[in-house]
């Protein structure tokens, strides 16, 4: 079984992704739990919002350091 995070919620994949603790769908955005808020409509972090010339960025979601990777 793999496993994995999701805006800091601990998932699990058993055939398709669930939430670890609820064993729900992580189809349905849960907020980060180190900000609080749910990812953009665009689906940048909230925190972090966009950020031109990156090429990924995140905001560790409490769970690591933040990330941010820029084309140069």
């Given at each position: 079984m793999a496993n994995g995070?999701?805006?800091g919620h601990k998932i699990i994949?058993?055939?398709y992704w669930l939430y670890a603790d609820a064993m729900t769908s992580i189809?349905?955005?849960r907020p980060c739990v180190r900000c609080g808020k749910l990812p953009t409509k665009e689906g940048y972090d909230a925190c972090l919002g966009h950020i031109e010339g990156a090429l990924?960025?995140?905001c560790g979601h409490g769970?690591?350091?933040p990330i941010l990777i820029m084309e140069d």
């Amino acid at each position: 079984m793999a496993n994995g995070y999701q805006s800091g919620h601990k998932i699990i994949y058993n055939g398709y992704w669930l939430y670890a603790d609820a064993m729900t769908s992580i189809s349905v955005a849960r907020p980060c739990v180190r900000c609080g808020k749910l990812p953009t409509k665009e689906g940048y972090d909230a925190c972090l919002g966009h950020i031109e010339g990156a090429l990924s960025a995140c905001c560790g979601h409490g769970v690591h350091a933040p990330i941010l990777i820029m084309e140069d």
